[in-house]
């Protein structure tokens, strides 16, 4: 889509007009009810969880403008990172026609996403200091030297969170300060920066409502005289043409301006795969060149023949989220026509409910519920509230209870079989499990062989892309624990050379994966152990260990006793990786990862687990400092460390 046709979506109207004009006259506009009140609430209690989580200490956040050495002064005002992936669906305010038309009004019909941070400005804190944002800020490295020029670059806008009041600190501007050229942050006098200025006004406003203003403008907040804190979400946004790479952690242009230019830098946090499609889809090119591992792409490379085979080493597999999403979108409709059977519309449409009581109304396992409120919530037929609770959108109070005209009742055939087994697997004293997932010495050599294979192929993309994560940097004795036919240890072990692997997994899964080891001439470096990883201790002297697709097999009390099998066994220092697909925080996406849930309530004793659920298993086993990065499509590593010996 061009920057034409993404114009023409914004209807140009008188409110739009004026809104265009006061930003160009006075540097500043307030777009009214932007935000609905059920999403205000919602967003600020995130915002200030956040806050919590982000700033245990509360000492607050280095503020965009000349700063005090006087520590006190920031106690009193906090900030929380990267806001908008974790409100996900409710980002689609950002959608407004009217808060786009004035912004792509004014820097072109392609804006960027250039930053998104919650303030939480708490009783009692004092006036802050007049500055101008970045790029405008003289303070930060990647900064545009005064005098600016005259040409409009960056606006920035905050969202009411609570009401902007002259009694709880609403921002202070000084209308046309956004053409002086110049700012305080350049002065390098503090007095300066905090003298009141004539003119200036305090903007106030509804909690809904966006401050949207030129990013030179010069503005402060002001003290805050109430008992309640003011919450305002700030989002700011570029044209195509800004270079953002100066700010994206890592990439070689900040590392070099941060190198040679004066003034602190000011990374923006990327998206991981998994927050990026928390987002609702039209609001995601808002986003997208924050997406994790952009600036990690490889260069385009000529074609090379066909004749030999690609290996680890070279290949650069696309991402397969297309087909990952296909093969387990199988589920979806089985799960939804089963909901509808069991009333689970009709239930919520009464009033929204938690997990616990809707486990109750269908009777089934906790697990069986999760998955199935985890495909209706990805598919939109169901929103997730505050506290966990479940509520019906307009589409299935629209068409999926009965006292609607255009109710549908049979969306599925009641023969089909996968829906049939749905419920099976929806009765409370449901346990099944395919041999596959446990004891092998029933299953025959044939079937083993086939599904084993059939896993390898699947694997190797993702650990590809595993295998090449800085991860492995310390690695010298690596142990995969249910290493299956070895796609992970082969990609490991051909990306690394100085690694040596063990293969843990049964005997006969062993015998298969000693054949590929040795058509990859590694069998050297890569030795099989036929152990049951839950009945016997893992083996010692290795420095990683490695559960690659592990976890979602088995309940969470299980991956707990293995992560404590692997804090037992694994070197002081050494490192735990799990390679999962994983569930958003809120459980209501990506769908491919929720239908994977399906998959393993009909055969296994799991599920897709979130990254919180997963660091709690770690950190409860004794490992400390757990992490999450993409690898690919719907995979992520989840990594952390046994603490040293002091």
Request: proline fraction near 6%.
């Amino acid at each position: 889509m061009n920057a034409m046709s993404l114009q023409s979506l914004d209807p140009i109207t008188v409110e739009t007009e004026r809104s265009v004009e006061l930003l160009r006259e006075q540097g500043w506009c307030v777009i009214e009810d932007v935000v609905p009140e059920t999403d205000v609430i919602a967003i600020r209690d995130i915002i200030i969880s956040e806050e919590r989580r982000q700033t245990a200490d509360r000492l607050g956040w280095t503020r965009t403008s000349i700063g005090s050495p006087d520590l006190s002064r920031n106690q009193k005002l906090s900030k929380a990172q990267n806001i908008i992936p974790k409100v996900g669906q409710r980002s689609s305010f950002l959608l407004d026609h009217r808060y786009m038309a004035v912004l792509r009004s004014l820097l072109g019909g392609y804006v960027r996403v250039t930053s998104d941070f919650g303030i939480v400005t708490f009783p009692g804190n004092e006036r802050e200091f007049w500055h101008a944002d970045w790029p405008h800020n003289q303070t930060v490295a990647a900064h545009i030297p005064e005098p600016y020029g005259t040409t409009l670059m960056h606006l920035g806008s905050l969202v009411m969170l609570t009401d902007f009041t002259s009694e709880n600190g609403g921002t202070i501007v000084l209308p046309g300060s956004h053409l002086f050229e110049r700012n305080p942050t350049g002065s390098g006098n503090e007095s300066y920066a905090s003298t009141a200025q004539r003119s200036e006004q305090q903007v106030t406003g509804k909690a809904g409502s966006v401050l949207v203003y030129d990013s030179r403008l010069w503005h402060s907040i002001a003290p805050n005289r109430t008992a309640s804190p003011r919450v305002a979400l700030a989002i700011r946004f570029a044209p195509w043409w800004l270079n953002l790479e100066v700010r994206r952690p890592g990439s070689i242009e900040a590392k070099l301006i941060e190198t040679m230019a004066v003034g602190r830098p000011t990374p923006v946090p990327t998206l991981s795969r998994l927050e990026y499609e928390a987002l609702p889809v039209a609001v995601r090119p808002l986003y997208e060149h924050w997406l994790d591992g952009r600036t990690d792409l490889p260069l385009p490379k000529a074609r090379v023949s066909s004749a030999g085979p690609t290996t680890p080493q070279n290949a650069a597999p696309m991402d397969d989220s297309l087909l990952f999403d296909l093969r387990h979108m199988q589920y979806a409709l089985p799960m939804t026509q089963l909901a509808l059977n069991l009333g689970l519309f009709e239930f919520l449409d009464r009033k929204p409910a938690d997990l616990a009581a809707i486990t109750g109304f269908l009777g089934c396992t906790t697990r069986a519920a999760e998955a199935m409120l985890a495909v209706e919530a990805s598919l939109g037929l169901l929103e997730v509230l505050e506290h966990g609770r479940y509520c019906l959108s307009e589409q299935a109070r629209t068409y999926l209870v009965r006292t609607s005209p255009f109710y549908r009742a049979a969306l599925l055939s009641d023969g089909d079989q996968t829906l049939q087994r749905l419920k099976f697997a929806f009765e409370p004293d449901h346990d099944a499990i395919s041999p596959l997932a446990g004891e092998l010495d029933d299953v025959d050599e044939r079937e083993l062989r086939d599904f084993v294979n059939r896993m390898d192929v699947l694997a190797r993309p993702a650990v590809i892309s595993l295998a090449k994560n800085n991860v492995w940097s310390n690695t010298r004795r690596l142990l995969d624990i249910g290493g299956g036919a070895g796609a992970a240890c082969i990609a490991i072990a051909q990306t690394h050379p100085d690694i040596d692997c063990t293969l843990l997994d049964r005997g006969p899964v062993c015998k298969i994966a000693a054949e590929r080891i040795a058509q990859a001439d590694l069998s050297e470096r890569i030795k099989t152990l036929d152990r049951n990883m839950l009945s016997e201790p893992l083996p010692e002297g290795h420095d990683a260990i490695l559960f690659s697709n592990i976890f979602h097999n088995w309940d969470a009390q299980t991956c707990l006793l293995l992560a404590e099998k692997a804090f037992a066994a694994i070197e002081p220092g050494g490192i735990v990786v799990l390679h999962e697909v994983l569930l958003n925080e809120r459980k209501d996406g990506p769908l491919g990862a929720a239908c994977f849930s399906v998959a393993m309530l009909l055969s296994h004793r799991g599920k897709q687990y979130t990254l919180d659920e997963l660091r709690d298993i770690l950190v409860q086993a004794g490992f400390q400092d757990c992490r999450a990065e993409p690898t690919l499509g719907r995979y992520h590593i989840i990594y952390a460390t046994k603490p040293s010996l002091s």
